[in-house]
């Protein structure tokens, strides 16, 4: 069982953020409140890395997300700005409707009954967590060993460049 | 770590739902790409508790990665959504189909 302690308490509190945020960005019918709720449910996965001992990760999360594409989308929303506040909340197809509640049950029945499992048997508990913990050090050492994530990493950086210019050149006016 | 793993990941999976739902339900094109975020985001989570679950950096790396190819992808998505938007006057992504032949 889950007792109550400081740790549980703040797990719960960044869930209620981050599942509210994005309640809040499906549900609402203006654009730059959705905006701000996907800021709130990305600052509360910011605050579940911390607790999963993960700050360096925590750290990009709030920069990378609600400091630059937080803030690429405010710009779009505002750029667009004639379609901000939807007339309609949803599509009407049924279809979508139907595969969405479908599937909403599916993962949620994938994820739980392993959980709780058939017959009432938690598996929860089945193996602790591993002692060691993975430091900002070891992070940093595999991205710039030869013999680890180098490469990935030189070609995330090509990648950006690459969609710098993209979307430059695509978003950039007709001169003549 | 006393709260487990398994909370970590129905968190996940529920957000994961949340951004799937975003996705097939709304008709807004920058809602339908805050909600790939969310999606994103569950995925970032579920690879964050299983690294700190067997205390190894790969999952940590991962997250690394999708972070970066998610900044990439919003600067190009959000360019192609304004520059529809310019010549549609609309993002709603009903009123897009022009490939449809």
New interface residues.
Partial sequence: M??I?A??IA?AIL?VL??GG??G??LNRN?FR??IW?MV??FG?AG??V????P??AA??VL??IG??AI??T???M??R??TN?G????RRTA??V??VL??FF??L???LP?WGVDGTR???V?A??????TTR??GV??VDGNQ?VL?FEV?SL??T???I???V??REDEE | MEVSIASYIMLSAVLFILGAMGVLLRRNAILVFMSVELMLNAANLALVAFARHWGQTDGHLFVFFVITVAAAEVAVGLALIVAIFRTKKSINIDDLHELQG
């Fill in positions: 889950i007792e302690n740790q549980s797990f869930a981050t599942l994005g309640l960005v499906v654009l959705g905006a996907l449910s990305l996965v579940i890395f607790l999963l001992s993960a360096f990760l990009v999360q990378v997300y630059a594409i690429l989308i710009f779009a929303v750029l667009t004639s379609m939807l309609e909340r949803f599509v979508g409707i595969v969405a599937l909403f993962i949620l994938g994820t739980i959980v598996y929860d508990d193996s967590p591993a002692e060691n913990v993975a070891e992070l595999a991205l994530f990935p995330a990648l950006l690459a969609a710098m993209g979307a430059i695509i978003a």
